[in-house]
């Protein structure tokens, strides 16, 4: 789409559209070779791809494969070759929702550190869902915030969700059940868990954020059906770190990637979602509703290589 090409535009023109400006000559020699390599560093890459990637680009070249005219579809492939086969586990249901599908409601938790637009992405989230008629409950398990909390509220009152908010201070795991149980009373299509991403305690994050996804279980020993991370492009490669974390405690279902209209470093969603084997479902582009894309490895190719 036309946001996302705009929203990449910062990644596309410091990063990737650099890179087929790099052949002086029909043929790659070893300094744009060595400039291909830094780019990839530069933009987020991480070493295992970008690897592998300069092995092939040094084969493909010696065999004369590669040109001016190849390099960019040759790109094109190689980064969705690493995506395709992990972004096709997505839950379509995520997406758009089908009323004839089972009446049981949806839980969606999401979880990630503060400022990665978490509050954000739920308003999108539940906007998108309301606008193709879903009931959707949003349960403001960061009690921690009371600004957030706030700011998510008139997300939903905007889009025309329910939202369940506890006490400042309450606990969070406690918000989460009442929500759902909120949600299920109404037999709501969706329930959405915004969580905290830092305590105020000393009770460790990712023990309260296992107790808030373990205690749904009483209620629905299936939910949560979909574990999201939100993490932002600005992050870079400590994202990688972040997440692994949150994926060994709570077993991720998928990633939503956002701030990649303020960030060059767009391209590390192909690391991210080779190493972590972890689908994006999202890819935000902006602060407002529209702002929210579904994540497809073409249009985000296309996007990002210009
Ligand atoms: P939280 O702390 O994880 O809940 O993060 P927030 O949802 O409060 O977001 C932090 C800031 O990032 C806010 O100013 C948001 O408007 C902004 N934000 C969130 N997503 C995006 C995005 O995709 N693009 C841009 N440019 N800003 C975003």
């Given at each position: ?122 308003g999108?989230?539940a906007t998108?869902l309301r606008a193709q008629g879903a009931s959707v409950v949003v ?16 997300w939903c009152d905007r889009a025309g969700a329910t939202m ?24 709501a ?118």
């Open positions: 789409s036309d946001r996302l090409k705009l929203g990449l535009s910062r990644s596309r023109q410091e990063v990737w559209g650099k890179l087929s400006g790099l052949f002086s000559g029909p043929k790659l020699d070893d300094d744009a070779i060595e400039s291909i390599e830094e780019l990839l560093y530069s933009a987020d890459i991480g070493t295992a791809t970008v690897s592998e990637l300069i092995e092939e680009v040094k084969k493909k070249t010696k065999e004369g494969e590669l040109d001016e005219n190849s390099f960019k579809s040759f790109l094109f492939n190689f980064l969705k070759d690493k995506m395709k086969p992990i972004q096709e586990t997505v839950d379509r249901s995520l997406y758009t929702f089908n009323k004839n599908e089972s009446g049981k409601t949806k839980v969606i938790m999401v979880v990630g550190v503060n400022g990665a637009g978490k509050t954000t992405t739920i999108k989230l998108k349960g403001a398990c960061d009690t921690f915030r009371a600004a957030a909390v706030d700011q998510l509220q008139v369940i908010r506890a006490k400042e201070g309450a606990n969070p795991s406690g918000v989460g059940y009442d929500a759902l149980q909120a949600a299920m009373n109404v037999n299509d969706y329930c959405i868990l915004d969580t905290a991403g830092r305590l105020h305690t000393k009770e460790n994050l990712m023990d309260e954020l296992a107790k808030s996804k373990n205690v749904l279980k009483k209620l629905d020993p299936t939910a949560p059906h979909q574990i999201l991370l939100v993490i932002d492009a600005i992050t870079g490669q400590n994202a990688l770190r972040q997440a692994e974390e949150f994926h060994k405690t709570l077993d991720l279902t998928g990633l939503i990637f956002t701030k990649c209209d303020g960030s060059s470093k767009a391209g590390s969603a192909v690391t991210l979602v080779s190493q972590l084997k972890l689908p994006i479902a999202y890819i935000g582009v902006g602060e407002t509703a529209e702002d929210l894309d579904v994540f497809n490895v073409d249009d985000y190719l296309n996007a990002l290589l210009g």
